[in-house]
């Protein structure tokens, strides 16, 4: 009885081992998968280089643009400078459009001009 005893319980230890290595596993899988759809959502980031006209101070017009873009959904940073006239927002373009916030900025009462990588800017 006690030989049978001993074999129910080293056989009931081996399958708990399996189940703990299966849930060990599906957690490795999950991490594995949420690591690759953060590195597909920093790829959709986009960076918007900007010079807007029309600020008067740091502090109501500067840091105003920045703390309302920064209540947008799909903001990442908002860093704008009344020193640089200028302004670099960082966003998911899957979340909030470069025409948005563009808007959102000229509802403000800015002029906005968006400065492309060659130098070249078009004006909105």
Do not use: P, W
Request: glycine share 8%.
């Amino acid at each position: 009885m006690k030989q049978l005893s001993k074999k129910m319980m080293v056989v009931m230890l081996m399958g708990v081992t399996l189940m703990i290595g299966q849930f060990e596993m599906k957690g490795q899988n999950h991490a594995v998968k949420n690591t690759e759809l953060n590195k597909n959502t920093a790829m959709m980031n986009t960076v918007l280089h900007l010079k807007i006209k029309g600020m008067h101070c740091q502090e109501g017009c500067a840091n105003g643009i920045d703390a309302m873009l920064k209540e947008r959904e799909g903001i990442i940073k908002s860093e704008t400078s009344f020193d640089e006239s200028s302004s670099v927002i960082e966003y998911d373009s899957k979340l909030i459009s470069e025409e948005t916030i563009l808007n959102l900025i000229k509802e403000r009462g800015f002029e906005v001009v968006v400065i492309a990588e060659k130098g070249n800017s078009t004006s909105h």
